[in-house]
């Protein structure tokens, strides 16, 4: 009867399962970690062709390649280099000024790069400021502020040109500026503005200088052009200066064939003289004259100006 137990209780859990929900096998590709591992993957691939594109350049030469074929029609319809004007150039060549540009009429003018060219302006030797702009549709305008010769430094036996505010202009030939003020001194150069606008103030006495020389770093020695020293003060060189200037004025101190002018005392000029027929010296002590105060008088050294207003030069010389 054993057989007859095992298939009633096999019946039996049958009839029990009857009627229940079957349970379904989810497929691989919908489960969550098929579907993550999958995101994954392409998410990856994507970034993987991208770096490749972009390492291999075909982004950037697509771009560069479109940017100028817009450039190109551009200046098809108009938009490239006609004329370049200029204001302020005084010293700096026509040619080197076009070529730190590179630039020439008929070029594409949304090709030119103002920074750039600026760039490329301020490192000419007279240049201190440039501003350049591009005037569309075909105007590139251009606003110098040029360095200003003042006078000439000597040290070791060579010549620099310097400017205004005592820094050199890097020139290789100054022959050019032979007529200005050579001055000599270690820190002369910084301190020459100074003493021009002292001598500006007598602008004929001023004429007859053709250097000065920096002693101690506290005064100037100044050498006219007839061979006299003139010895400046330390303190109020200004009014020594126009005391001199009267002095030679009422005097014609300065056509006598003298050796030096000492200024250097609050009260009293000290004049070296060579008598005639002798090489022997003898001194002349002259009061100092009463001080005054003086209108500032216009500055000698300056050369006229030539301001332009915009000149052409991408045509002709000017």
């Known amino acids: 009867m054993a057989w007859f137990s095992k298939s009633s209780a096999a019946t039996k859990k049958a009839v029990s399962t009857r009627g229940k929900k079957r349970r379904r096998v989810k497929p691989l590709w919908r489960s969550s970690l098929f579907v993550t591992g999958y995101v994954l993957v392409i998410v990856s691939s994507a970034s993987l062709a991208g770096w490749w594109v972009w390492q291999s350049g075909w982004v950037q030469s697509t771009t560069e390649r479109a940017k100028w074929m817009i450039i190109a029609g551009a200046a098809k319809t108009g938009f490239s280099v006609r004329e370049i004007f200029v204001e302020g150039r005084f ?33 000419l030797p007279w240049v201190r400021h440039a501003v350049i702009e591009r005037q569309l549709p075909d105007v590139v305008h ?143 002590i002259v009061p100092n004259l009463p001080k005054r105060n003086q209108p500032p008088k216009s500055q000698p050294f300056n050369r006229p100006n030539r301001h332009p207003g915009g000149r052409l030069i991408s045509e002709r010389d000017t």
Not at 236 to 244: I, M
Request: proline share 6%; aromatic share 4%.
């Open 91 to 123: 010293e700096t060549p026509r040619k080197s000024l076009l070529k730190a540009l590179r630039l020439e009429r008929g070029a594409p003018i949304l090709a030119f790069d103002p920074q750039a060219a600026r760039a490329r302006v301020e490192a």
């Open 142 to 284: 251009l606003h110098l502020n040029e360095r200003r010769p003042m006078a000439l430094w000597q040290r070791g036996g060579k010549f620099s040109l310097i400017d205004t505010n005592g820094e050199l202009i890097p020139l290789k030939d100054v022959s050019n500026y032979t007529n200005l003020i050579v001055v000599i001194g270690k820190d002369a150069p910084r301190h020459a503005a100074v003493l021009f606008e002292v001598l500006a103030t007598e602008p004929k006495l001023a004429s007859r200088v053709k250097a000065a020389v920096r002693v101690g770093a506290r005064r100037w020695n100044l050498h006219l052009i007839n061979k006299i020293k003139i010895q400046l003060p330390e303190d109020d060189p200004g009014a020594a200066w126009s005391h001199l200037a009267e002095l030679n004025q009422k005097h014609a101190l300065l056509a006598r064939n003298l050796i030096s002018v000492d200024l250097r005392l609050a009260d009293r000029i000290v004049i070296r003289e060579v008598k005639k027929g002798s090489p022997a010296e003898k001194f002349d």
